[in-house]
């Protein structure tokens, strides 16, 4: 196990908080009628708990997401799923409510979190409209976002990168 002093994990309060977040964030998960369809399972606890130990190693906890199930591969484990920019909203929405009902972060901590989260739910869009169609070349990016499970580093900008997603 790494030593989580000093990184965004201990600051943003650890374990506690992450569980908090990602309670609240399936609070509103369970009654969307657009999100709660790309979630197979009839109960949500095991991707709350998934989605707890990926934003708790990202951010400098415990490796047990790795130990457990590998290497995040965030674009590929999501690509069984249409999601196109109506869903990446209203994942958006439900996260930005969780967070601000959890609290507790001071104001550069909130942003460069918030920042990870945005950048992370672009990302994730393989759809380009409500009908479904892939993206293609044509269509978007001109290739996936390069992925590393290295943690947010401090920049002048005080925001991650696309590179930074886990």
């Not at 990184?7 to 509103?28: I, N």
């Not at 790309?38 to 709350?48: H, K, Q």
């Not at 951010?59 to 591969?73: L, N, V």
């Amino acid at each position: 196990m790494r030593d989580a002093a000093g990184t965004p994990y201990a600051r943003f309060g650890g374990e506690a908080f992450f569980r908090r977040l990602v309670d609240a964030f399936y609070d509103g998960v369970a009654d969307d009628p657009v999100l709660r369809p790309l979630y197979p399972e009839a109960d949500l606890r095991p991707a709350a708990e998934r989605l707890t130990l990926f934003l708790m190693q990202y951010w400098g906890g415990p490796t047990t997401y790795s130990m457990q199930r590998g290497h995040p591969r965030l674009r590929l484990r999501h690509v069984p799923f249409v999601i196109d920019d109506v869903a990446r909203d209203h994942w958006l929405r439900h996260m930005r409510t969780a967070l601000d009902r959890v609290g507790g972060l001071d104001e550069a901590d909130e942003a460069e979190l918030w920042g990870y989260l945005t950048t992370a739910a672009h990302a994730m869009v393989n759809s380009s409209g409500p009908a479904g169609e892939p993206i293609g070349p044509e269509s978007g990016p001109p290739g996936p976002l390069p992925i590393t499970l290295e943690p947010p580093q401090q920049r002048a900008s005080g925001g991650p990168t696309p590179g930074d997603i886990g």
